[in-house]
Nanobody
Framework: QVQLVESGGGLVQPGGSLRLSCLAS????????MGWYRQAPGKQREFVAI???????TYADSVKGRFTISRDNAKNTVYLQMNSLKPEDTAVYYC???????????????WGQGTQVTVSS
């Protein structure tokens, strides 16, 4: 059973920083892409950033230059460093990972339960 567990959310003032972490655990043969989405109240879930197994990254325009995604393959963990936070970054942040549980299984996208990030003075 694969589990993704996020941590690092919280309340921060505008202009501040937070670092989110997401650990993948369980039966894992290999991990392809890992990344983050977010969902603000009353809005649809939106793409934030993604990183491939080779380290290539893609960001939403709204976070480019402020957020940095990285991963530690040895720890099955993906990170999201968020700087210069704005009130509009307030949302529940969800990590995802495309994982193959055994070498015989196809890759499947798994989701974490989310961590709240609130940017407010």
């Amino acid at each position: 059973q694969v589990q993704l567990v996020e941590s690092g959310g919280g309340l921060v003032q505008p202009g501040g920083s937070l670092r989110l972490s997401c650990l993948a655990s369980g039966r894992i043969a290999s991990i392809n892409a890992m990344g983050w989405y977010r969902q603000a109240p009353g809005k649809q879930r939106e793409f934030v950033a993604i990183i491939t197994s080779g380290g290539s990254t893609t960001y939403a325009d709204s976070v480019k230059g402020r957020f940095t995604i990285s991963r530690d393959n040895a720890k099955n963990t993906v990170y999201l460093q968020m700087n210069s936070l704005k009130p509009e970054d307030t949302a529940v942040y969800y990590c995802h990972a495309v994982i193959r549980e055994t070498l015989m299984n196809p890759f499947i996208r798994f989701w974490g339960q989310g961590t709240q990030v609130t940017v407010s003075s």
